[in-house]
């Protein structure tokens, strides 16, 4: 059984820091592209960061130089280091893993259940 799981959502001020972590097991890790997803609230969810399994990644415009995406393969773990957080990157922070390849389908790959980052102004 393939289980993903969020922690490290919190409340924070604006211009803080939050690192959120990604646990993923039941799968080889390594061969997974993997990614950070938010929802606002009362808005549609929205790609943050991907990490594929070869290490290279891709950030979202609005995040591109404050969070960084990494992953550790020998703790199937994945991680979102995010800074100089502003009030609307408040949302639930998804994790998601979908095999890696040349057609990737991130609504057909494996879901955790969310964190929520809020951040105050």
């Known amino acids: 059984v393939v289980q993903v799981m969020e922690c490290g959502g919190g409340s924070v001020q604006a211009g803080g820091s939050l690192r959120l972590s990604c646990v993923a097991s039941g799968l080889v890790f390594s061969s997974y592209d993997l990614g950070w997803f938010r929802q606002p609230p009362g808005k549609d969810r929205e790609g943050v960061a991907v990490i594929e399994s070869d290490g290279s990644t891709t950030y979202a415009d609005f995040v591109t130089g404050r969070f960084t995406i990494s992953r550790d393969n020998d703790k199937n773990t994945l991680y979102l280091e995010m800074s100089s957080l502003k009030p609307e990157d408040t949302a639930m922070y998804y994790c998601?893993?979908?095999?890696?390849?040349?057609?990737?389908?991130?609504?057909?790959?494996?879901w955790g259940p969310g964190t929520q980052v809020t951040v105050s102004s």
């Open positions: 998601a893993a979908v095999q890696s390849g040349p057609l990737v389908n991130w609504a057909s790959g494996y």
